[in-house]
């Protein structure tokens, strides 16, 4: 079974600040990894995904995060906060084999200070 | 293109009533999701529609969740007999076959007075 774990719930940063989301992940077989935002009252938007290839993938507005399948995480970054990330950060683990349903962590909501 | 799209977007039933949520994938989808995010239980995996294959069934919470597609493209999501634990955002996602991306809707937000 897998199962995805993100370390805390909540994160504040100073609009300018670099941004570090932490996501752990289990799995019996490679992993298919995603970030995914979700705005107030929105549905969920794909930031980036990583499935096979280069560990370091790049998604959209400046995001990025690194597979390091020896330590089984998947965290997020962006280098500098802009007021407009202030939303909800899910991760999330499929498995082709299983039809690439998702398995989701807690999420981690981002507050940005100016 | 269009994309995903849920209806209602807003439900408020009584105890006990049965609802039915309605999910339109994106064109040329033949793979389809139902998620639910409730506040106790985080983001979770309900039923997963492939072509003609038997759905997954695996994450219904229980007998009252059923969910049908039809002519493999709409999909409805129907809950007997409510309970005030099914309030939730139910959303929706597409894929094309075999694809590793799903496409979202903005979900349902359902309320059981």
């Known amino acids: 079974a897998q199962s995805v774990t993100q370390l805390g719930s909540h994160v504040s940063v100073s609009e300018g600040a670099l941004v570090l989301l932490r996501c752990n992940y289990s799995s019996s077989v490679p992993p298919y990894l995603f970030w995914y935002v979700q705005y107030p009252n929105q549905g969920l938007q794909l930031l980036l995904k990583y499935t096979t290839g280069a560990t370091l993938v790049k998604g959209i507005n400046g995001f990025e995060a690194e597979f390091k399948k020896s330590e089984t995480s998947f965290h997020l970054t962006k280098p500098s906060a802009h007021m407009s990330d202030a939303a909800e950060y899910f991760c999330a683990v499929s498995e082709r084999a299983a039809g690439n349903k998702l398995t989701f962590g807690g999420g981690t909501r981002v507050l940005v200070k100016p | 293109g269009a994309g995903v799209s849920q209806s209602p977007s807003n439900k408020v039933t009584e105890k006990g009533k049965d609802v039915e949520l309605r999910c339109d994938p994106i064109s040329g989808h033949t793979a389809l999701y139902w998620y639910r995010q409730s506040l106790g239980q985080g983001l979770e995996f309900l039923i997963y529609f492939q072509g003609n294959s038997a759905p997954d069934k695996s994450g219904l919470p229980s007998d009252r969740f059923s969910a049908e597609r039809t002519g493999g493209s709409v999909s409805t999501l129907t809950i007997q007999r409510t309970q005030q634990e099914d309030s939730a955002v139910y959303l929706c996602?597409?894929?094309?076959?075999?694809?590793?991306?799903?496409?979202f809707g903005p979900g349902t937000r359902l309320t059981v007075l």
């Open positions: 996602a597409s894929s094309f076959p075999g694809a590793d991306t799903q496409y």
